[in-house]
């Protein structure tokens, strides 16, 4: 059983940065895939980073440049470094974990999730 704590979401104006952290319980952080996906009202959750139990990571086109995903497995953590924000980031962004994912930017692959936190751009 994975627990996850997001911290880190808050009002900024567009332009602005915020760095997001995911704090994991457990002693298997460092054998999860970790993702962080958003869900802007109305609309579906959507991708937006993945960092596999290695080093490797992806990024939707849409904040490629933006934001760095990061893991420090001896702190049990992972990092969402957010930088030019603009108002359709605009969304909770929920940090996600799981094992044995082939395809970390699908949702669904996820076992664990956490509750949310809340980013609001404005212009």
């Known amino acids: 059983q994975v627990q996850l704590v997001e911290s880190g979401g808050g009002l900024v104006l567009t332009g602005g940065s915020l760095r997001l952290s995911c704090a994991a319980s457990g002693r298997t952080f460092s054998r999860n895939h970790m993702g962080w996906f958003r869900q802007a009202p109305g609309k579906e959750r959507e991708f937006v980073a993945s960092i596999r139990s290695g080093t490797t990571t992806y990024y939707a086109d849409s904040v490629k440049g933006r934001f760095t995903i990061s893991r420090d497995n001896a702190k049990n953590t992972m990092y969402l470094q957010m930088n030019s924000l603009k108002p359709e980031d605009t969304a909770v962004y929920y940090c996600?974990?799981?094992?044995?994912?082939?395809?970390?930017?699908?949702?669904?692959?996820?076992?664990?999730w956490g509750q949310g936190t809340q980013v609001t751009v404005s212009s």
């Open positions: 996600a974990a799981g094992q044995g994912i082939i395809d970390t930017t699908n949702w669904n692959r996820y076992d664990y």
